[in-house]
């Protein structure tokens, strides 16, 4: 009984429901071919539309998809802005130059900036491969660019690549690692 009381004398822990995040932060992830870009296309003209937008729409590509988009972006009169790279260093930037000058964001495929930071890595570090204890450094430079999708005043949509690979190797000392 006693603790009951204590219980009700506190102060509400809950308050009312407010949007504190008033950007679309959207992911895909699919196979090749699965109609990931295509739909981050529709998805932009939309919320374009929408959100009645004045500033181009921002599409960091890693895979030449954004050619096959300028078509349905000049159908809808939208300006569409490429940058056509996979270095991760190049991606913070642009997400940076794209928060200034865009209305939207579409990163396509975001895979290969991973695979572009754990290549950097494994060169670095002069490893054929990572085991566990390698993914924590490359975790925590990976999370620059989380920090940025989350936060940035942007209208941000990704595309990922789904794979499915793992096999087990043995390091270089012997022990099996998948």
């Not at 495929?109 to 204890?133: D, G």
Request: proline share 1%; hydrophobic share 40%; charged share 30%.
């Amino acid at each position: 009984e006693n603790k009951m009381a204590d219980i009700s004398n506190r102060e509400n822990l809950f308050t009312e429901a407010v949007n504190q995040q008033a950007y679309l932060k959207m992911g895909f992830l699919g196979f090749q071919g699965t109609g990931k870009t295509f739909t981050a296309g529709l998805i932009a003209r939309g919320l374009y539309k929408h959100i009645k937008a004045d500033k181009p729409v921002c599409f960091i590509d890693s895979e030449t998809g954004s050619d096959y988009l300028i078509k349905y972006f000049e159908e809808e009169k939208i300006k569409l802005m490429t940058s056509k790279t996979r270095s991760f260093a190049k991606l913070l930037n642009l997400i940076d130059e794209a928060e200034q000058k865009a209305s939207i964001l579409i990163i396509d495929s975001i895979s290969h900036f991973w695979a572009e930071l754990v290549r950097s890595y494994l060169a670095k570090k002069e490893l054929k491969f990572m085991s566990m204890r390698h993914w924590m450094p490359v975790k925590q430079e990976w999370s620059i660019y989380t920090e940025k999708f989350i936060n940035s005043k942007l209208h941000i949509i990704i595309a990922g690549r789904a794979m499915w690979e793992y096999d087990f190797i043995e390091d270089e000392e012997k022990i099996k690692e998948i």
